[in-house]
């Protein structure tokens, strides 16, 4: 199980007191690349569904993920997420040329359902 936890915070010096307090726990930094995607007529986000091509430290990796299904209780959002990796060349040809997710839709699970469901 994954738990993000997100926080709000005031200003500067609070984000700086608190990575001051996290810094002893710090472990490695991942640097990411997100891209978004939907429709023109906001087929997913007006679903409350983000469909995301995440890159990480350039290109060395890529993961196409799906979140949707959220629910909001006290406060809590929770909502389902399914991942899955591909080529990161196949990423960078989907982020130029957007309408080529739908071809390798066929061999990502994910993309599959997107076109499916959504």
């Not at 390798?104 to 599959?112: A, E, F, T, V």
């Amino acid at each position: 199980m994954e738990v993000e936890v997100k926080l709000r915070l005031l200003d500067f010096g609070t984000h700086q007191k608190l990575s001051d307090l996290l810094s002893p726990f710090h472990i490695k930094t991942h640097l990411q690349e997100n891209i978004l995607f939907d429709g023109t007529a906001k087929e997913l986000s007006s679903k409350l569904v983000v469909l995301r091509l995440r890159f990480y430290n350039s290109d060395s990796r890529c993961v196409v993920s799906l979140k949707a299904k959220a629910v909001l209780g006290n406060g809590v959002s929770r909502v389902e997420e399914d991942e899955e990796d591909i080529d990161p060349s196949i990423g960078r040809v989907c982020v130029a040329e957007p309408w080529r997710l739908c071809s390798i839709g066929y061999s990502s699970r994910i993309l599959k359902r997107v076109r499916d469901e959504f």
